[in-house]
């Protein structure tokens, strides 16, 4: 029982997480040469799906009034305003070098933002799961997601690093990087139905 659920659990994660590598592979872009980045966005990816978790499981227990699943779809506000606010640092274009660095830094907070935006989805997706199992097997579940989480951020950091893809990141990561997040929250908001879009 444990075994099949750790491999449902796998195929489960690659289906609802397998567009994060391009986000975070934009996050290794945008940080490229910072101290430290790698760090950051594993934390702040894990912050993010903790919270993605954290909501499955309370909803899954009964505690749906805590989230209430018509306020998931207002989530994508978080990468749209961080994608308009990336659009606008490159058009103003600083040519100041330390203020582009400052600009450029990946914070934990803005992945674990990212990242719990996004996660809409996988709450309605892992919730229903949830409730069809035992409880022995949400935690294998769980423990099994948590560990993938790891796996994805290294999976981005490899695709980002790859020198023809590097390149293409580091040349248009400025413009590719406000457009997927500005994309990604009007289609979290649109897909949610929020404001009766």
């Known amino acids: 029982?444990?075994?099949?659920?750790?491999?449902?659990?796998?195929?489960?994660?690659?289906?609802?997480?397998?567009?994060?590598?391009?986000?975070?592979?934009?996050?290794?872009?945008?940080?490229?040469?910072?101290?430290?980045?790698?760090?950051?966005?594993?934390?702040?990816?894990?912050?993010?799906?903790a919270g993605i978790l954290g909501a499955a499981v309370?909803?899954?227990?009964?505690?749906?009034?805590?989230?209430?699943?018509?306020?998931?779809?207002?989530?994508?506000?978080?990468?749209?305003?961080?994608?308009?606010?990336?659009a606008w640092q490159a058009w103003r274009g600083d040519d100041d070098d330390e203020a582009k660095v400052a600009d450029k830094k990946v914070g934990v907070w803005t992945v674990a933002g990212v990242t719990l935006a996004n996660g809409g989805d996988?709450?309605?997706?892992y919730t229903p799961v949830f409730l069809s199992v035992e409880p022995l097997a949400v935690v294998a579940y769980c423990i099994v997601f948590l560990a993938l989480v790891a796996v994805l951020v290294a999976l981005a950091k490899f695709v980002a690093t790859r020198p023809p893809i590097a390149e293409v990141l580091e040349r248009w990561e400025?413009?590719?990087?406000?457009?997927v997040l500005i994309g990604l929250g009007i289609a979290i908001l649109v897909s949610g139905g929020a404001f009766g879009l």
Do not use: C, E, K
């Open 1 to 49: 029982m444990i075994l099949t659920s750790v491999l449902q659990a796998m195929g489960l994660f690659a289906a609802t997480n397998i567009d994060d590598i391009i986000v975070l592979s934009l996050f290794f872009a945008r940080g490229a040469g910072q101290r430290g980045t790698t760090a950051r966005i594993l934390a702040g990816q894990y912050l993010g799906f």
């Open 174 to 179: 400025h413009i590719l990087f406000p457009i």
């Open 122 to 125: 996988n709450i309605g997706v």
């Open 58 to 86: 309370l909803v899954t227990i009964g505690a749906g009034t805590f989230l209430p699943s018509a306020a998931i779809p207002y989530f994508g506000l978080i990468p749209l305003g961080l994608g308009l606010w990336a």
